[in-house]
């Protein structure tokens, strides 16, 4: 079993370093810390009174390791679901916030287990996640990933601008969806031709 902080460490390596891309909600990030999340915990890293672009660029490898595990492991309570499905519900806060509790509320809801869409980790959804996991302990996990990778193909469908992330320029699979194949079992990935074939209809 991996901690949470090497689990961490991997975000973090997975992110990459700056970017300030114009098409992304998140504005500035570094390592996958965004400026708005910087700006809700304060961090005025060249403490001159705000938090902007410079703070996002002093951002260490270190911070954003202890920002991921304090911020988006521990305080929404990932710790506390089923351990084989922590990881890739830690990953994918990360990258959609509680968007990746409701993606698993769905999931469990549609195996028939009452449970509240809230994007709450509390302990309603604990026991139900735990149930879940007892009921398909074969397949659970495959179909949080699953259920990931569709939430990124339907962003995209909604959000031309984002597709980029879904699709590279050459029409293979983009971040997001590799990103979400990385907590897949091999053989549910997709094939390029099946990727392919999903974004057909995109512009």
Do not use: C
Not at 96 to 122: F, P, T
Not at 163 to 168: G, S
């Amino acid at each position: 079993m991996q901690s949470v902080q090497q689990i961490a460490n991997q975000i973090v390596a997975r992110e990459g370093g700056y970017v300030d891309d114009p098409d992304d909600p998140g504005g500035a990030t570094k390592f996958g810390v965004t400026i708005h999340t910087m700006r809700r915990l304060g961090l005025d890293l060249d403490q001159d009174g705000d938090v902007d672009q410079s703070d996002v660029r002093r951002l260490t490898r270190a911070h954003a390791v202890d920002i991921f595990v304090r911020h988006y492991f521990e305080t929404p309570r990932i710790a506390e679901l089923p351990e084989p499905i922590q990881a890739s519900v830690f990953d994918m806060y990360v990258n959609s916030g509680a968007n990746a509790v409701r993606i698993l509320q769905r999931l469990i809801r549609d195996m028939r287990i009452e449970v509240d869409i809230d994007g709450q980790i509390g302990p309603q959804t604990i026991q139900a996640a735990h149930q879940a996991m007892d009921a398909a302990p074969d397949h659970f996990v495959d179909a949080y990933g699953i259920a990931r990778r569709n939430y990124y193909y339907n962003l995209a469908d909604r959000r031309p601008a984002s597709r980029k992330y879904a699709r590279r320029r050459d029409g293979g699979k983009g971040g997001w969806i590799l990103r979400a194949e990385e907590f897949l079992s091999e053989r549910y990935h997709l094939s390029d031709e099946q990727h392919r074939a999903r974004v057909a209809q995109w512009v």
